[in-house]
């Protein structure tokens, strides 16, 4: 028995059943695809971020402390100057990718090769920078105390500046010894033994009677205010954005008294800048989207061989470097949410 079958007019529609919908090849419908899954896994780990940050609001730390530091210009306060061109570089290569297909679309092999190398240069450049941001946030600059409650307590001086632990730290001779699981000690296991023994430091401390502590607790206006009241000294300390909140001398030495360890940059298990959750988001979300950037850098590479070698030519299309690009602008989109998140709010 023969079976009638029915075609429909796909005259006016968008898709009438073939095997390119919306007019994409199969190609390009796998790599949107992949690129709204990798939306999802990236909006879940900012959302985790938001809440776990609005949770603790109070110990978060401050971007414009942190992210200080620029290239060639050491001890020169430059707060959020190199994200900030980090950022422009890597929006900047979206610029060259999206001229390398409209060069690809027009079948120029020079042009789509030129833009290409300028799109993997700026790839290139934005995880470097990523690494050594990195190494700066690892190595830390000020070095802090963390109490048998795990508080960080920093140090500043009359004025409300910061003030590093080797600038008035003490000198005690003694034999110091890493805590490690090999000497019994695994419970309070070390990477590296810290520059400065929690001794050192309270006894320089009391040394300089014009250093503060300042703990990981941000004031809010009218602590601000009180704060102001409190230090006379502070009174040109401008507090019309977010600072942490500065204890007497008697206050700090106080809290100096429960001193448990020194902490000298951050990690996954301590933070000198304030909240340990803060080290472990940083590290698993910036490191999760520099995973994606250099993925998408050796691609560009490959793809950057095959037009040299004249592949695409040959094929009469450049629907390869359409299908990176489309990568490549999700890359970058996803930093500006990371940047917003991160540095921004």
Same mark, same amino acid.
């Given at each position: 028995?023969?079976?009638?079958?029915?075609?429909?007019?796909?005259?006016?529609?968008?898709?009438?059943?073939?095997?390119?919908?919306?007019?994409?090849?199969?190609?390009?419908?796998?790599?949107?695809?992949?690129?709204?899954?990798?939306?999802?896994?990236?909006?879940?780990?900012?959302?985790?971020?938001?809440?776990?940050?609005?949770?603790?609001?109070?110990?978060?730390?401050?971007?414009?402390?942190?992210?200080?530091?620029?290239?060639?210009?050491?001890?020169?306060?430059?707060?959020?100057?190199?994200?900030?061109?980090?950022?422009?570089?890597?929006?900047?290569?979206?610029?060259?990718?999206?001229?390398?297909?409209?060069?690809?679309?027009?079948?120029?092999?020079?042009?789509?090769?030129?833009?290409?190398?300028?799109?993997?240069?700026?790839?290139?450049?934005?995880?470097?920078?990523?690494?050594?941001?990195?190494?700066?946030?690892?190595?830390?600059?000020?070095?802090?105390?963390?109490?048998?409650?795990?508080?960080?307590?920093?140090?500043?001086?009359?004025?409300?500046?910061?003030?590093?632990?080797? =600038? /008035?730290?003490?000198? +005690?001779?003694?034999?110091?010894?890493? !805590?490690?699981? #090999?000497?019994? %000690?695994?419970?309070?296991?070390?990477?590296?033994?810290?520059?400065?023994?929690?001794?050192?430091?309270?006894?320089?401390?009391?040394?300089?009677?014009?250093?503060?502590?300042?703990?990981?607790?941000?004031?809010?206006?009218?602590?601000?205010?009180?704060?102001?009241?409190?230090?006379?000294?502070?009174?040109?300390?401008?507090?019309?954005?977010?600072?942490?909140?500065?204890?007497?001398?008697?206050?700090?030495?106080?809290?100096?008294?429960?001193?448990?360890?020194?902490?000298?940059?951050?990690?996954?298990?301590?933070?000198?800048?304030?909240?340990?959750?803060?080290? =472990? /988001?940083?590290?698993? +979300?910036?490191?999760?989207?520099?995973? !994606?950037?250099? #993925?998408?850098? %050796?691609?560009?590479?490959?793809?950057?061989?095959?037009?040299?070698?004249?592949?695409?030519?040959?094929?009469?299309?450049?629907?390869?470097?359409?299908?990176?690009?489309?990568?490549?602008?999700?890359?970058?989109?996803?930093?500006?949410?990371?940047?917003?998140?991160?540095?921004?709010?």
């Amino acid at each position: 028995m023969g079976s009638t079958v029915t075609t429909a007019t796909t005259e006016g529609k968008t898709w009438g059943g073939g095997n390119e919908p919306l007019g994409a090849s199969y190609g390009k419908l796998m790599m949107w695809f992949f690129i709204m899954s990798d939306a999802l896994t990236f909006s879940g780990f900012l959302a985790a971020y938001g809440f776990s940050r609005f949770k603790f609001i109070e110990t978060w730390p401050l971007a414009d402390e942190v992210f200080t530091h620029f290239p060639f210009m050491h001890g020169v306060a430059a707060p959020m100057y190199y994200v900030a061109l980090m950022t422009f570089i890597l929006i900047f290569s979206s610029v060259t990718m999206v001229l390398a297909v409209d060069a690809g679309h027009q079948m120029k092999q020079q042009k789509v090769a030129f833009y290409m190398f300028l799109t993997i240069i700026g790839g290139l450049i934005f995880v470097g920078s990523q690494a050594w941001e990195w190494k700066n946030f690892i190595s830390g600059e000020y070095g802090a105390i963390e109490t048998k409650g795990g508080s960080i307590l920093q140090f500043v001086d009359n004025t409300g500046k910061r003030v590093k632990l080797e =600038d /008035f730290a003490a000198t +005690i001779p003694h034999e110091r010894e890493q !805590h490690k699981a #090999s000497n019994g %000690i695994w419970f309070e296991s070390e990477a590296t033994l810290p520059t400065y023994t929690v001794e050192e430091v309270v006894e320089g401390f009391k040394s300089h009677p014009n250093i503060l502590v300042r703990t990981e607790v941000i004031l809010t206006k009218e602590t601000a205010e009180k704060a102001q009241g409190l230090h006379p000294t502070l009174n040109d300390f401008k507090f019309h954005s977010k600072h942490k909140s500065i204890l007497t001398r008697e206050e700090s030495l106080a809290r100096l008294a429960n001193a448990h360890l020194v902490v000298e940059g951050a990690n996954l298990q301590r933070n000198e800048y304030g909240s340990k959750l803060f080290a =472990d /988001f940083f590290f698993f +979300i910036t490191g999760f989207h520099g995973f !994606h950037v250099f #993925s998408g850098v %050796i691609i560009n590479i490959i793809i950057f061989i095959n037009i040299l070698l004249g592949t695409y030519e040959k094929r009469r299309t450049y629907e390869m470097v359409e299908k990176v690009g489309l990568y490549w602008h999700f890359v970058d989109l996803v930093w500006v949410f990371v940047f917003t998140f991160f540095y921004l709010v």
